[in-house]
């Protein structure tokens, strides 16, 4: 079992910045892929971005050039820094584990960009 919790969501303005993090509760070399997912409201749930053990990063194209997700291996932490935000970035933030064939789902943040 892998557990995440995420934290770091609020509201901010358009052009803001926020960091979320995301704490893993075992060493996350372990951990095949975490990912952020955002689920606006009344639409499923996408993928932002992903990163491998391997540090091999991916990003939705909306995302590209202003949010990036990194990780602390030492902390166990995954992040993910959003930039030049938009209104439309609104929604709830996930954080994905892969773990072998099993994912892993945090609770979720909120995060709110006010235009």
């Known amino acids: 079992q892998v557990q995440l919790v995420e934290s770091g969501g609020g509201l901010v303005q358009a052009g803001g910045s926020l960091r979320l993090s995301c704490a893993a509760s075992i060493n996350i070399f372990s951990i095949d892929r975490l990912a952020w997912y955002r689920q606006a409201p009344e639409k499923t749930r996408e993928l932002v971005a992903s990163i491998t053990s391997g540090g091999s990063t991916n990003y939705r194209d909306a995302m590209k050039g202003r949010f990036t997700i990194s990780r602390d291996n030492a902390k166990n932490t995954v992040y993910l820094h959003m930039n030049s935000l938009k209104p439309e970035d609104t929604g709830d933030y996930y954080c994905?584990?892969?773990?072998?064939?099993?994912?892993?789902w945090g609770q979720g943040t909120q995060v709110t960009v006010s235009s």
């Open positions: 994905y584990a892969l773990k072998g064939t099993q994912g892993f």
